[in-house]
C-alpha cells in the first residue's frame, strides 16, 4: 500500500523558480544592455579589468537567459505522459550552465592575463572609471532583484551568484581605473583582472558543488537519513523502516520514498496517514511516497539492489 500528497504531475504554480521569473527576466534585460555598453568601451580603453568585466556580463546574459527557460519549461505541463516528476529539473540544468560559463570566464581572464606579462599595456583609465560605476549600479539593482529568490531556487541562486561576481567585477574595474590614474602603472588592470578571476572561480566551484549535490541525488542539506528512520520507525505500528530514499527534485522540491514494515493486524490507513504527517510536519517532505508492508511479506528479500 503506497501515498503520496499528490498523483498528480502538473506543475505547481508555487514553486520557486517560477514565483521570481518577473526577477530574473528584468536582470536578464538590464545585464544584456549594459554588456554592449561594456565590451565596446573595454576594447577602446584597451582595459583588460574592463574586457573581463564584459567576459563575465556575457556569462551573465546567457546565464540569466538560461534561467528563464529553464523557468518556463519547469512550469510547463508534460504532455508525453513520460516525464514521470514533470521537467522541474530543468532550473538545475541551468546552475550547472552558470556554472560552467563562471569557470570559463575565470580560465579566459588568467590566460588573458599571462599573456600581457612582458608586454607594455596602454590603458585609458577615465573610461575605466566611467563604466564601471555604470556597471556597478546595474549590478547593485540586479543583486536587490535577485536576492529574495536566490535563497529560495538554485536556478535563481545561479543567476544571483553569477550577479555578484560581476558587481565585485564592476568594484574591481573601478579600483583598477583609480589605481592606473593615481600610479600610471597599467599592471593594476592585470593584478585587478586576476584578483576577479580567483574570486569567480570559487563562487562558481562552490555553486557547483550544490548543483552536484541535487543531480548525485544525494539526501537534501539539513536532512539526516537516519533521523528520517528513526522518525519513521517510531509511527505507532510501525516494526521496521527499510529502502528509504530521500533526495531533492529541484529547489524547495524534496521527495522521499520508504517501506515500513508492520504487524498484520496493524491498521495500515493509519500508519500511511501517521507517516505522511511525519515526513511533511519534521522535514518538509510533501511527496513521500510510502510503502506499507506486513512483516510476513518476504518480496523485499528478492530485491538485488
Known amino acids: 500500500m503506497g501515498g503520496s500528497h499528490s498523483h498528480s504531475h502538473a506543475p505547481i504554480p508555487g514553486h520557486a523558480g517560477a514565483a521570481h521569473r518577473w526577477r530574473l527576466r528584468t536582470a536578464f534585460a538590464l ?8 565590451l565596446v568601451t573595454g576594447i577602446v580603453s584597451g582595459s583588460l579589468a574592463l574586457l573581463s568585466d564584459a567576459g ?5 546574459v546567457v ?7 529553464a523557468t518556463r519549461i519547469a512550469a510547463r505541463p508534460d504532455t508525453t505522459g513520460r516525464r514521470t516528476f514533470g521537467s522541474y529539473r530543468a532550473e538545475v540544468f541551468a546552475s550547472g550552465l552558470a556554472v560552467l560559463l563562471m569557470l570559463g570566464v575565470s580560465v579566459y581572464i588568467v590566460v588573458e592575463a599571462l599573456g600581457r606579462i612582458g608586454t607594455p599595456a596602454q590603458v585609458a583609465a577615465t573610461p575605466m572609471f566611467v563604466v564601471g560605476f555604470l556597471g556597478l549600479v546595474v549590478n547593485v539593482v540586479c543583486l536587490v532583484l535577485l536576492r529574495e529568490g536566490a535563497s529560495e531556487s538554485l536556478n535563481v541562486k545561479g543567476a544571483y551568484l553569477e550577479v555578484v561576481a560581476d558587481t565585485v567585477g564592476s568594484l574591481g574595474v573601478l579600483v583598477a581605473g583609480v589605481l592606473v590614474a593615481a600610479t600610471g602603472n597599467a599592471w593594476w588592470d592585470t593584478g585587478v583582472a586576476l584578483a576577479i578571476a580567483v574570486f569567480v572561480a570559487v563562487r562558481a566551484v562552490a555553486l557547483g558543488r550544490e548543483v552536484l549535490v541535487v543531480l548525485g541525488q ?6 539526516d537519513p537516519d533521523q528520517v528512520a528513526s522518525a519513521l520507525g517510531a509511527v505507532a505500528g510501525v516494526r521496521e523502516v527499510h529502502d528509504l530514499h530521500v533526495w531533492t527534485l529541484t529547489s524547495g522540491m524534496n521527495v522521499a520514498t520508504a517501506h515500513l ?5 496493524t491498521d495500515a490507513h493509519a500508519v500511511l496517514d501517521d507517516a505522511r ?6 522535514f518538509g517532505v510533501e511527496h513521500a511516497t510510502l510503502q506499507v508492508e506486513p512483516d510476513t511479506h518476504t518480496g523485499c528479500a528478492e530485491v538485488t539492489w
Do not use: I, N, Y
Open 31 to 38: 545585464v544584456a544592455g549594459f554588456f554592449v555598453v561594456e
Open 56 to 60: 563575465h556580463m556575457a556569462a551573465d
Open 63 to 69: 546565464a540569466l537567459g538560461a534561467a528563464l527557460v
Open 218 to 223: 544525494h539526501a537534501p542539506a539539513g536532512m
Open 261 to 265: 514494515v508492520t504487524a498484520q493486524s
Open 277 to 282: 504527517q511525519v515526513m511533511r510536519s519534521r
